[in-house]
């Protein structure tokens, strides 16, 4: 699909340990990004998001940092559990007021498979 | 309150039919957006609509459409089916259109199997 960037396939972690699931965009008038969660058989969850003006939010357990001169986007997963283990996707949006033909919609990266070992 | 809710669950049609699957959003939100995804191509952008018109269109052949109706609710249409039209079909709402910084909310899909 259209790449938001570079990513890793997949990310094998032991339970406990902190996750870092990285992704690259590459359309600088992007403004704002959310992470999901897709589990088997699921649709995608919403886990957080970061407007540009922002370079790091945190919520429960999870922190997305944003780093736009680099374009470069991660999702750290602090004492990862079982629980965790499923399909993580990083979206792009720009805001419909830009002129950008990509204004408007989410667009997703390839994903990550996290699997994390008891 | 209910979360996304897309029908059927699973689909299987042969080449050249046309299929149509549905979609209700959260109570409350306005915008629908579609999405196809596949292994290879991972989540594809079809279209949104809200307040019952398109907003929004991705780089699909025309055989792939939709609507939506004055409850929010929506339908995507595929005529002509083809082999590579196999896929999740995603749909997800939002309480006001994307591009609006708002997050997605998704259902579970419909998986659907052109044989």
């Known amino acids: 699909g259209e790449s938001v960037g570079l990513h890793l396939p997949t990310l094998s972690v032991q339970e406990g340990d902190n996750s870092i699931i990285n992704c690259a965009y590459s359309?600088?008038?992007?403004?704002?990004f959310i992470w999901y969660k897709q589990e088997s058989g699921k649709g995608p969850q919403f886990i957080i998001d970061?407007?540009?003006?922002?370079d790091k939010r945190q919520g429960q357990r999870v922190t997305v940092l944003l780093n736009k001169t680099v374009k470069h986007l991660s999702l750290q997963i602090a004492a990862t559990q079982p629980g965790d283990s499923a399909v993580y996707f990083c979206a792009e949006n720009i805001s419909r007021e830009g002129l950008n033909t990509n204004a408007g919609k989410s667009t997703f990266g390839d994903g990550t498979t996290l699997t994390v070992k008891p | 309150k209910a979360g996304v809710t897309q029908t059927p669950r699973y689909l299987i049609k042969t080449r050249g039919q046309q299929v149509t699957l549905s979609c209700s959003p959260i109570s409350g939100h306005r915008s629908v957006s579609w999405y196809q995804q596949t292994p290879g191509q991972g989540l594809q952008f079809l279209f949104e609509?809200?307040?019952?018109?398109?907003?929004n269109k991705g780089n699909f052949p025309g055989r792939f459409s939709g609507r939506q109706f004055s409850n929010s609710r929506s339908e995507m249409n595929v005529s002509t089916l083809e082999l590579g039209d196999s896929a999740l079909y995603l749909c997800a709402s939002s309480p006001n259109p994307q591009g609006s910084n708002e997050k997605l909310f998704f259902g579970s899909g419909t998986q659907l199997s052109v044989l």
């Open positions: 970061i407007r540009s003006n922002m």
């Open positions: 359309n600088s008038a992007s403004d704002y």
């Open positions: 609509y809200f307040s019952e018109t398109q907003r």
